[in-house]
């Protein structure tokens, strides 16, 4: 997760209030859960169940039902809300100190109580293990966490960060028991204690079961008597089919486009039904501005011109994804449309054509694009071969497509040595900056060799410092408009999200939303 995602994933907002939190949802006390248990069946792997060392989208969905943060996100919504805190808001007008108070008769699902010493010793531990395959990189504006009683945790930051309330609400802001982890090391039994909605009964190569907490205090109200996670380890056949024969009750993450639509078509989908919730995963073009030939505008905006979304949406992806305009996707504060405005739905070759000669480039463009499937699924060198065709299909470019391993695709790719290249993006948390820093500020991770002032030195720090988000779409904007002109990156397209379920299965609504969450507590079965 942010997380330049690993497949698969389907390629299928309001504003932080600066004021008090306070809290919002339909249940102050533990549930023990009703109704039947819940199999739900997946691709992705639980890599982790250490919150300091997990920082991929199958722990995190463990985490998020295990664990309690401080702050959550509301089902439908991408504003942070309590959950073990009682309220939390930044004490002082430049959004470098949070201070957060927690519940009253917070317990861990072992008994013991939560404190203001767990929630330091969680940060803190996760930042001094500072695992590579670990959250702690989300956190480089933490300078330390006080104490000053049981029930207050007072954050002190060393830059201005308005979006931490929102890094607190995610799997990172997990809150481990201190007297069941090491302050130096992982915990490596399989095991978790946590105060969230579930225990985690046993975790294993092929499953992992999850029953209802007692203890639990917070916002959630469990709708089921526990879950069992089955793992198909990217055996997507096998979870299509298990889904089919009714062996699991839910088929999440890992199906693709082929597979919803055969779903759809076939004789054995009586009783299935497919769930579309809103995604904030998204796709871009990367080209790297050092090379001979991305490293022209004119190419890149030839391109720009040549790319038809909807075509790849229709041919490769069979609808599951929508056509993307914008760094920042749709339902999230701060979307625009800078790319259609400024190269419109339809490709054009006469205004690529004008882009190239502009920079005096008359010949064919001679250009090779690179993918990894092994990272972002199989249909990424269909699409990617789709984009080749289309650039040759206006007789500008001489385009073809390699692709290669995901070791190697990293390593190369932090030498220069790609000129065009895929990536793809989970969000950590449902706000603009996720989608516009790691990409533009300093030291961005897609290693293109693009800066720009304008965006490192002002608007990427002051929307960092605006606990208003509501009042940050303007430099969003600007930020947008930029990088639409430069083009660094090219968007491509925005992932729906899918759940395939049988259909005496409810609550997968609130379960597919921009803030990634899925929430074990919704489902019901019937």
């Known amino acids: 997760m942010n997380k330049l995602y690993q497949w ?10 600066s004021g008090l939190l306070t809290g919002c949802g339909t249940q102050t006390g533990g549930s023990s859960g009703t109704g039947s248990s819940v199999v739900m069946g997946m691709s992705d792997d639980v ?26 996100f509301p089902k439908g919504g ?81 830059t201005s960060d308005a979006t931490f309330p929102s890094k607190l609400a995610s799997g990172a802001g997990s809150i481990v028991d201190h007297t069941q982890y090491d302050a130096d090391g992982l915990r490596e039994d399989g095991r978790a204690v946590g105060s969230g909605p579930y225990t985690l009964d046993s975790y294993g190569e092929d499953e992992a079961v999850f029953s209802v907490n007692d203890a639990y205090k917070g916002t959630a109200e469990v709708k089921n008597s526990g879950v069992t996670l089955k793992f198909f380890h990217g055996d997507q056949t096998a979870l299509k089919t298990a889904l089919l024969d009714d062996r699991i009750d839910i088929a999440y993450r890992g199906l693709t486009a082929t597979d919803i639509a055969d779903i759809e078509n076939s004789d054995d989908s009586d009783g299935v039904e497919i769930v579309e919730g809103t995604g904030a995963e998204v796709q871009h073009l990367v080209f790297n501005m050092d090379d001979p030939v991305a490293g022209q505008r004119g190419v890149r905006k030839a391109i720009a011109h040549l790319l038809d979304r909807e075509a790849l949406i229709r041919d490769v992806y069979k609808d599951t994804a929508t056509a993307l305009y914008s760094i920042i996707p749709a339902g999230i504060a701060g979307h625009t449309t800078s790319f259609f405005d400024t190269y419109g739905d339809r490709p054009s070759k006469a205004k690529a054509q004008a882009a190239l000669e502009a920079d005096g480039i008359t010949d064919k463009v001679r250009l090779t694009l690179w993918s990894t499937p092994s990272r972002y699924g199989p249909a990424t060198d269909r699409e990617l071969k789709a984009i080749a065709g289309q650039l040759n299909a206006s007789g500008l470019f001489d385009a073809d497509v390699k692709s290669v391993a995901y070791s190697q695709y990293e390593k190369d790719i932090a030498k220069g040595k790609y000129g065009v290249y895929v990536k793809g993006w989970v969000p950590d948390y449902p706000d603009a900056d996720n989608f516009t820093a ?12 693009y800066t720009n002032n304008t965006i490192t030195d002002t608007l990427i720090p002051r929307t960092a410092a605006q606990s208003d988000r509501g009042v940050t779409d303007t430099d969003y904007g600007k930020l947008q408009d930029i990088v639409a002109d430069e ?9 729906k999200q899918y759940a395939v379920t049988r259909d005496n299965v409810y609550g997968l609504e609130y379960c597919l939303d921009a803030s990634t969450v899925f929430r074990f507590w919704e489902l019901s079965k019937g």
């Open 487 to 495: 083009l660094p990156v090219l968007p491509v397209w925005q992932a």
């Open 8 to 17: 698969p994933v389907l390629p299928i907002a309001a504003g932080l209030a």
């Open 78 to 158: 991408t504003e942070p809300q309590p959950e073990a805190a009682k309220e939390c808001s930044f004490t002082d007008t430049r959004a470098k100190v949070y201070r957060c108070t927690l519940k009253d008769g917070l317990k861990f699902s072992n008994g013991d109580a939560l404190t203001s010493k767990d929630v330091k010793f969680s940060f803190d531990r996760m930042l001094k293990i500072n695992d590579p395959a670990g959250p702690a990189i989300m956190f480089p504006m933490l300078d330390k966490v006080e104490t000053p009683d049981a029930k207050t945790v007072v954050f002190r930051l060393n």
């Open 47 to 72: 890599l982790a169940t250490d919150p300091a060392s997990g920082y991929d989208p199958g722990s995190w969905l463990l985490f998020n039902n295990v664990f309690q943060s401080l702050l959550s």
């Open 438 to 449: 790691p990409f533009f500020g300093k030291g961005n991770v897609l290693s293109n060799n």
